[in-house]
Structures are given as C-alpha cells and as structure tokens.
C-alpha cells in the first residue's frame, strides 16, 4: 500500500538470524512483520540529484573509479564531501516526522 509518502508492506519471516534481537523485539520465526515508513523523500532527492553529478566529476580527481553514473561519492574532508554532508544534514531530520509517527 502506498500513500503519497507513506506506506505500509507485509512480509512472513521464514527466519530468525539474531536470536538475540528477535526475542527483544518479540519476534519468532514464520511471524507476519507490518513495516510501515511515513517521510518525505522531496528533500533528500532533491539534495542528491543536485550533488550527483559534481560528484561524478569531482571523483576521479580523488581517485575514486565510480562502476555507474548513478553512485557518487566524494570525500568527506573534502570541500564538496563537507558541503554534501552540510546538505544533506537537514535532509535525514525530514525523515523524521515526528507528528506523524506519533500518531501511526
């Protein structure tokens, strides 16, 4: 199901890989798991589409051999890696939304 941005999926865990962390959560193997996201994904696209391709450019400068124009990467001690990580901050706190997951 989705709704704008939000959505909701069903899915039967045929296992359990961390004993540990299925019992503190209450889950057992073959339990139906709700998975539900409410965010916005408006700001973190918008961050990523525009530091996408100055990245692309900027990575074989350092070095960085990239297999797809799709993954880019700068480092981070960098000026364009700080500048990414400046923006992309306040992108992450849009994930939160905070009144809304309250609610569900």
């Known amino acids: 199901m989705r709704v704008g941005i939000t959505s ?3 899915s039967q865990k045929p296992a359990i890989f961390d004993d540990a962390i ?3 959560y209450g889950l057992n193997e073959g339990d139906v798991i709700v998975a539900i996201h409410c965010g916005s994904r408006g700001l973190s696209h918008q961050v990523g589409t525009e ?3 100055e990245m692309g450019i900027e990575a074989p400068k350092a070095g960085i051999e990239l297999p797809d124009r799709e993954l880019a990467c700068a480092p981070i001690n960098s000026p364009l890696g700080q500048r ?3 923006a992309s901050g306040p992108a992450s706190i849009a994930h939160w939304p905070i009144a809304k997951s309250s609610a569900i």
């Open 51 to 53: 530091f996408l391709r």
């Open 22 to 24: 299925a019992a503190a």
């Open 8 to 10: 909701a999926s069903l």
């Open 84 to 86: 990414y990580l400046g």
